[in-house]
């Protein structure tokens, strides 16, 4: 008997041999015969061959065209019905919950068949409505009203939706289909369980999202004593463990001569042995036991202290831990370092690790913990290894942060809620520090308010807008300024350490005296300046000391562009700091005065300034640029320079500054002090 398909060719070629016009078979059915009691229509000349698509249980032919892609002929109304069959039915409403709606989606949208398995439905006269997409949320765009099951988009959006799962964003989403909170569904976390396990076992399957790599030394599965037991018995080729340590509410078997390392358990150890046991005073234990440390440094056994020492019975060791910051987590990885010659840590629990080591007097693990640190300062952990620092006393730590803090609290810290944690006395000292990088001196009063907005709104949980900080401080009762309260009185040394007559924007001007955050002298004395610098032709004569009273403005370079540029005013002056990248390691870096007509400067920027037309200016000036190279902070800058700027060449162009810097970013401070031009 020859196979169905053998003979559909067979017999597409003899109806090609006797010149006769091809069926046209545009149909779908579980056999050759179903499918060819469909479409009887005869197709035109231009058909010349047959396409058959088989799946696993549904045969699909349809005829193949030279100039057109579908055969002509009349059509009617029932032709027009069976086109129409892929068109699921909308299934009968949903009685779930409306709390489980959303979470079942992804899984209901995943329940549907593969297409060699769909059967095709008998489709009743009128024909279906167009059904149209529903958005739903930045996360449910694959939602119809109803879940199809041959909706191939909306199957690829459900599975994404499931390999992400639920954080604490989507926790918070409201949903179109479910107009109540996340946050009320802790109790169906089992059904949602559940309902992933129904999951696996359907006929549609994805690609498996790759695993995000995790650098714990120890998995999350299984107690941490017994995937500690289990490295120790590899370490130790499964020689049988003399010590238990109770601790933390576990049991953790060690082995007495890997103790060394750690002051603390030596001593416990020591404490807890017998007079005849290897910490006897007899200087044949005592060679003994300086053997099992040679044995521990060298990485070797010796077959016969190792058969004398599991003759020995075990010891029972106790140890009381009242320190927060100590897991057992952490201390299963300082326990493991200790049958380690090279220390091991993770940054995800440096602060555990860092904890234990001091508790347990581990001094090289300790360091390692304090090296690492260093290494990963980033605006999540500054502030907490900032107060490790303190707390375990490391001005290496300590500075390391300062260094940190001081090119990054405007370009990051300052925009993260992390930038809360940052206490009160550092952040006096960062801003009083003359390695402090800005943009602008604007940019540190923004920062400085919203650090004080965050400590008067300890429950805020995202990084607020300025005009969120600025309408929060304008509701205060205006009785008198924020900061001759009592609840202000403590930061008023923060903004005494800020250069406010930096600060010559009209608009920044009039919304800190609308807050009344500053005490009103202050605000006088500002204005008071800026006008006798008007009047004055820019001479800055209340501002003298170049260290604390320069103005600043800055740059951030990163990998591109090579050429970087900004125009900066002050006082009716116009100026642009420029960058320059060479070549893959060298820059250059420099200023120059421009015209107030110049095409450069934006008709805004024209049109709301103040504009000196004096010929020749006077200025103080530094360029300084701070970078890391190989791992260490190097900094360069120009001298202190006063120079005449013109508005021509040479006079408008300042002293250039060249640097090698081989990483990124690169920080650049433009400092400026407009001296008195009758001193």
Known sequence: MMKPFASLVLLSMFFISQSEALQCYTCVGKSDEECNRQGTEQCPGPSDACAIIRGQSTTHKMARHRHVSVCTGPRNSLDLLQETRLVPEAPALDTKSAHLYLLSAPFVALGGLSPSEKEIAKTQVPLHQRYFRKQAGLTNRWQFQFCPSCDLLGIAQANKAVRVGLNETLMRIMSADTPVSLNAEQKTLKEIADLRTESRGLSVQFPKAKAKLRRRLFSDQGAPHEMLFSYTQKVTEGLEPDVILECLGFQWDLHRMYLFKSQVLADLLASAVSDHAMYCMDNKTRKETRHYRQCLLGGWKDKKLCEKKQKMCKVTLGLNINNPDVTRYAFAVALKNLYNSEMEVNEEDILGILATAALLEFPSLFQKCVQVMRSSISPANVCSYYSAGCKYKQPSLISECERWIE????????????????PLELLQKVLKSSRLFTFSEFHLLRITLCWVFLQQNPKIQIIPSYDTILTYFSSLPKICSFLEKEIGQRYIAIFQSLRLHGITSSKYLEELWQINFLPLPWLTRILSDHYYALENGGD???????????????????????????????????????????????????????????PIISFFTAECSPVSLKQERAVKYEIKVQCQIDGKWQEFATDRLTQKFGIKKPSCKSKVLKVYAPSVPIYVTFSLLFPSSLG
């Open 407 to 422: 090119v990054n609290l405007v370009p990051q810290l300052g925009s993260q809620i992390h930038l809360r944690k940052l």
């Open 540 to 598: 800055m004569a209340f501002q003298r000391d170049f260290n604390t009273q320069a103005v600043r403005f800055g740059l951030v370079l990163t990998q591109e562009p090579r050429y970087h540029a900004e125009i900066i005013s002050i006082y009716g002056f116009f100026f642009e700091i420029k960058a320059i990248k060479h070549d893959a390691s060298a820059y250059s870096f420099y200023m120059q005065r421009v015209k107030h007509a110049d």
